[in-house]
């Protein structure tokens, strides 16, 4: 029957649930061994395990290979023995202990848990399941579901070659799964001693847990109250501790007496009038004994404890997870806090753990941490020590004897206007005065006094045209009206360029009373202080930071293009003038603000342009 013809026998999937799966593999297993169909029993199977891949094998004798019997998965190439991990040979574990698992990898590099199970009361067959690592939180009871439904026991007498072996798996399963159903812990754990001691026939069964390194009795059979200080219970709770110190099974009486020490079991059988008292360790997914159970023992009514420790395996985890929720709120604070510390500080995924500290650190400094915060601006030296060289007359530049940036002493020649068109006037003014005054005695001889008076006043005339001429030849070389440096006025620039009067030539400025010009942006403005501190570097000496103070604010804002808004404010300089400062050098400066939390420098400036972009 193919996988198709199989599935169409049953409803949908999703309108089965486990318990009706069950049921209906129940009735496909009343069938003779011969006659089951192993390709519905997959099927059902695949569902009830939510596996990827289901088959049957039985292996062979003869050749130790394996025949398929039935099987059921979507991808028709599938083979059961296809993903089956190397160097574990799962089908004899499975029959030593009825199941087994373990991850492997298919050769398309899809990983899978497998689960193998072996068939009881079919010899040599196995069922082998594919479960996807996501459905790991799941396995045991998954694995539960499966040894429900592997009990083949009832019909092994129809195989010749399949030996009937009685066992009460199937019994135990169930009351697995009925303590696996229960609310809390209290009802669990009082169903598993009440239950082992109905399918055993049992004088007494208990459950003693191990909380802070001391035992406690949770559950004694036939009793849903006890005192937890009476006599009775002091014993089963010393009775059980050999189990946690051995970490195995122990009976009593035992072959070997220095193994542990046997005074409390020895006095807990003499009230029980028990012949043999078994203790049953319940270790956790680490091996360390979480648990134990007691079980008295009628006289020869003593029972294999196989079958019990595989069900305790598979119940394990749901009552660890029912006494987590039993116990106060501050106790499981305090356990969730133990197992996340176990997990955060153990040896697995070092590197994740790595980065997730380094992360935390990383968020504890932003949120806590502080930077000392500066606010950039623009920076230029000033000074207010300035003089103006300027051309004194109309002409043209004929010597420049300086440029921008030159150190120049007081009276040092500057600038040299064009006097060759003044010389020439002068000269044509000289004929014109001694021409006049030869005219005024002339005229004075012939007692002429009108004509005298006006040649008298042409000649006071071109007498003044000299004397403004020679003032302006005396003022042709612009001289340095102390010591300083030229701040403005490049030579190449100056050199031959006709002027009039009253254009710049040279800027002058001595080298004291010298201070910062800051430009902050309107953005940082709301964070400067008056008198704060700061230090300034200089294009020309980026490597010597220059001490400054703030002194004064210009309270009105300057358009610097694309820049935006700027406000000027005046500083300070805090260090004695160095030889190589010149008025004019710029810079950059930042103004101490002082700390400031880590995450609010990083991100302030976005967030206030969120402010802005999301008011309204």
Not at 82 to 96: E, N, R
Not at 471 to 492: H, M, N, R
């Amino acid at each position: 029957m193919s996988n198709a013809t199989a599935a169409s026998l049953l409803p949908a999937a999703s309108a089965l649930d486990a318990r009706s799966l069950i049921e209906q593999l129940q009735q496909l297993r009343k069938a003779s061994a011969a006659e089951l169909d192993w390709q519905r029993y997959c099927v059902l199977m695949r569902q009830l395990c939510k596996a990827s891949h289901c088959a049957v094998v039985r292996q062979l004798a003869e050749s130790a290979s394996l025949e398929q019997l039935g099987r059921s998965s979507d991808l028709d190439t599938w083979s059961p023995m296809q993903t089956m991990p190397s160097g574990i040979d799962l089908l004899a574990k499975a029959v030593t202990q009825g199941y087994a698992n373990a991850p492997a990898q298919a050769p398309d590099g899809q990983t899978w848990l497998v689960l193998v199970l072996a068939l009881q009361g079919l010899a040599d067959c196995y069922l082998i399941l594919n479960i996807k690592p996501q459905e790991r939180t799941q396995l045991n009871e998954l694995t539960l579901r499966a040894m429900l439904c592997v009990d083949f026991s009832h019909n092994a007498a129809t195989t010749p070659t399949e030996t009937a072996t009685p066992t009460n798996l199937t019994a135990m399963l169930g009351l697995a799964a009925e303590v696996m159903q229960q609310p809390n812990f209290a009802a669990a754990s009082l169903s598993l001693v009440n239950g082992l001691t109905a399918q055993w026939q049992l004088l007494h069964a208990s459950l003693g847990w191990v909380d802070k390194g001391q035992m406690e009795v949770v559950a004694i059979s036939h009793l849903d109250r006890f005192e937890r200080n009476a006599s009775q219970t002091q014993r089963i709770e010393s009775a059980l501790l050999p189990a946690v110190i051995q970490g195995s099974e122990i009976w009593w009486p035992a072959s070997d007496e220095s193994l542990h020490d046997t005074d409390a079991l020895t006095s807990l059988a003499q009230d029980l009038n028990a012949e043999r008292i078994a203790l049953v360790p319940i270790p956790d997914a680490q091996g360390i004994t979480q648990a134990v159970l007691l079980l008295a023992f009628d006289p020869g009514e003593v029972t294999s404890l196989t079958t019990l420790q595989l069900a305790l395996e598979l119940m394990q985890p749901r009552l660890t997870d029912l006494r987590a929720q039993s116990l106060s709120l501050q106790r499981r604070a305090r356990l969730r806090l133990q197992s996340g510390a176990e997990r955060l500080f153990g040896p697995e995924h070092p590197l994740l753990k790595l980065s997730g500290l380094l992360l935390m650190l990383l968020v504890l400094y932003l949120a806590f941490g502080s930077w000392h915060y500066r606010v950039d601006a623009s920076a230029q030296l000033n000074t207010d020590a300035t003089r103006l060289i300027s051309a004194q007359f109309d002409g043209r530049i004929d010597q420049v004897h300086a440029t921008a940036g030159d150190l120049v002493k007081q009276g040092s020649l500057l600038v040299t206007l064009d006097t060759r068109d003044l010389t020439q006037q002068r000269n044509e003014l000289s004929a014109e005065i001694s021409k006049t005054s030869t005219e005024v005695n002339k005229f004075r001889a012939e007692g002429l006094l009108a004509e005298t008076e006006i040649a008298q006043a042409r000649l006071e005339q071109a007498q003044a045209k000299a004397e403004r001429i020679d003032s302006y030849l005396t003022q042709a070389s612009s001289a340095a009206p102390f010591e300083g440096v030229i701040v403005e006025g490049e030579k190449k620039d100056l050199l031959g360029a006709p002027v009039k009067k009253g254009d710049r030539i040279f800027r002058i400025a001595k080298v004291e009373g010298l201070y910062v010009t800051l430009m902050v942006s309107e953005k940082e403005m709301r964070h400067i202080q008056p008198q704060a501190s700061g230090e300034v570097a200089l294009l020309s000496h980026p490597s010597h930071n220059i001490p400054i103070r703030i002194s004064s604010v210009i309270p009105v804002a300057q358009v610097k293009g694309q820049e935006g808004n700027q406000f000027m404010i005046k500083a300070e300089l805090l260090e004695t003038p160095q030889p190589w400062w010149r008025p004019g050098m710029t810079g950059l400066a930042r103004i101490d603000v002082g700390d400031k939390n880590v995450a609010w420098v990083l991100s302030h400036r976005v967030v206030d342009r969120l402010r802005l972009l999301l008011w309204w």
